[in-house]
C-alpha cells in the first residue's frame, strides 16, 4: 500500500472517529447550545487542539506523499522499463546493457 493510499485510509479514520466523538458529546449533552460552549471554552479545550493538530498534520502528510510520488526519478523508471522490455524479449541484451550504461553515465 502506498503512502497516499496509506494517509487518505488515515484521513477517513480521523474523520470519522471524530464524528463519533462529536455526536456522543452532543447526544450525552442534549444538543443544546449552552452545552457546546461550555464543552469547547471548558473542559475540552485541549481535544479541540489535538484534533486540530492531528487534522491538519495528516492533510500535510497527504500532499507530502501526493508530491513525492509524482517526482520520483525518471532514470529509475527508465531502468525499470528496459529491464521489463529485456524480461520480455523486447530487446536484446546488447540494446539493454547499452541503455543501462547511457542512464548510469548521465549520472
Known sequence: MNTLRISIVALVT??????????????YTGFSPDAY??????????????GMVGFWGIVLAMLYAAF???NAS????AERAAR?????????????????????DKQ
Open 37 to 50: 460552549h461550555n464543552l469547547m471554552h471548558g473542559g475540552l479545550f485541549p481535544l479541540h487542539a489535538v
Open 74 to 77: 525518471s532514470d529509475e523508471d
Open 14 to 27: 480521523f474523520l470519522v472517529v471524530a464524528g463519533v466523538v462529536a455526536f456522543g458529546i452532543f447526544a
Open 84 to 104: 521489463r522490455r529485456y524480461a520480455r524479449g523486447d530487446i536484446d541484451k546488447e540494446t539493454y546493457l547499452e541503455i543501462k550504461r547511457t542512464l548510469s
Open 68 to 70: 513525492k510520488e509524482t
